[in-house]
T-cell receptor
Framework: RKEVEQDPGPFNVPEGATVAFNCTYS??????FFWYRQDCRKEPKLLMS???SGNEDGRFTAQLNRASQYISLLIRDSKLSDSATYLC???????????FGSGTRLSIRP | DAGVIQSPRHEVTEMGQEVTLRCKPI?????LFWYRQTMMRGLELLIY????????DSGMPEDRFSAKMPNASFSTLKIQPSEPRDSAVYFC???????????????FGPGTRLTVL
């Protein structure tokens, strides 16, 4: 079983829709959580960190559920430019090692 | 500000040849990571350094792969001899890790697209 699991998608939704995807992690000692975004043929870039209390950044909301060991990303009022692969990232308590999920592909159609 | 710099951006080589990928991390960062990305396996961590010291190389596929970080501003990933299954995009990333309030954000370079024929 992979340490960080994501639904690979693709999620294909119309512009303006709300879309959400989850990511589960297996190591209960995981300490920090992030969502990265990767555009086609580009490098991953940090989208947002995920805090225990949940956090929002514009149209994006991230939530953490430690009891069930998953994090989620919600995108409201989706734009064509949101089309990308979203990578779930989990950091262990040990120095600096982080684990990337395999990503969820999102495609927004006009 | 210059981000993470990788070279070359593209490399096409023949099976059996030695390949060297280069990375210059962001100035001031003390952690450096090498990743490999393929369609089949996604993004895999190969090795990471903290303060130029290799901390975890458990992701390095086999002895054909080696990585060095001779100083804080330069790292190499070498494949010798290369094989077709090594074809992938290789990313280098850097971050700052500190005792009090570490910055966990990893900044990725543009990657090196390697094709081994």
């Amino acid at each position: 079983r992979k340490e960080v699991e994501q639904d690979p998608g693709p999620f294909n939704v119309p512009e303006g829709a709300t879309v959400a995807f989850n990511c589960t992690y297996s190591n209960s000692a995981s300490q920090s959580f992030f969502w990265y975004r990767q555009d086609c043929r580009k490098e991953p870039k940090l989208l947002m960190s995920v805090y225990s209390s949940g956090n929002e950044d514009g149209r994006f909301t991230a939530q953490l559920n430690r009891a069930s060991q998953y994090i989620s990303l919600l995108i409201r009022d989706s734009k064509l430019s949101d089309s990308a692969t979203y990578l779930c990232v989990v950091k262990h308590s040990s120095a600096s090692k982080i684990i990337f999920g395999s990503g969820t592909r999102l495609s927004i159609r006009p | 500000d210059a981000g993470v710099i990788q070279s070359p951006r593209h490399e096409v080589t023949e099976m059996g040849q030695e390949v060297t990928l280069r990375c210059k991390p962001i100035s001031g960062h003390n952690s450096l990571f090498w990743y490999r990305q393929t369609m089949m396996r996604g993004l895999e961590l190969l090795i990471y350094f903290n303060n130029n010291v290799p901390i975890d190389d458990s992701g390095m596929p086999e002895d054909r792969f080696s990585a060095k970080m001779p100083n804080a501003s330069f790292s190499t990933l070498k494949i010798q001899p290369s094989e077709p299954r090594d074809s992938a995009v290789y990313f280098c990333a850097s971050s700052f890790y500190g005792r009090s309030g570490s910055t966990d954000t990893q900044y990725f370079g543009p990657g090196t697209r390697l094709t081994v024929l």
